[in-house]
């Protein structure tokens, strides 16, 4: 009896924990009038950002099967072809420095984003998890958004 026990709870608490990390996602977004349409069949939710420096596309991706989820900041343009290699230049030297996040880019599509990450492995997601995960992000894309848009420019020529 006991086993069974245990194995219903072992598929309940992802379950569970996805409710939860849903709620809190909405709780938080909702209190900081934070505006993102969530996809739920997609386990993502659709937004933008306006900074001091600029405005973005963002995505905040939720994976319950693996407690994790991971905040995008989004470059709106792909990164014209031509540009790629001096922008990729710009990424390695940019994440070195990084503590937390990272720039990255497909080198085929030209899209350029910013990721933050976090697994909570186990723990339950708290508003302050979550307005880490997020405002680091946007504070970095915002911080290096003028260096950024220069590279960009100036490879061009």
Do not use: C
Request: charged fraction near 20%.
């Amino acid at each position: 009896m006991r086993i069974r026990l245990l194995i219903l709870l072992l598929y309940l608490v992802p379950t569970l924990a996805a409710g939860t990390m849903r709620d809190t996602i909405h709780s938080f977004l909702s209190e900081r009038q934070w505006l993102m349409q969530e996809d739920s069949t997609a386990g993502v939710y659709h937004g933008a950002f306006i900074g001091a420096e600029g405005r973005w596309p963002t995505l905040l991706v939720v994976r319950d099967e693996l407690q994790t989820l991971a905040f995008f900041s989004l470059l709106e343009d792909p990164v014209p072809e031509s540009r790629r290699a001096d922008v990729a230049d710009w990424i390695a030297q940019t994440n070195y420095g990084l503590l937390s996040g990272s720039y990255e880019m497909d080198h085929v599509s030209g899209e350029l984003r910013l990721r933050t990450g976090l697994v909570l492995q186990g723990q339950a997601l708290t508003p302050e998890l979550l307005e880490g995960l997020l405002y680091v992000n946007v504070s970095l894309m915002d911080r290096y958004w003028p260096e950024l848009q220069q590279v960009i420019a100036s490879a061009a020529k």
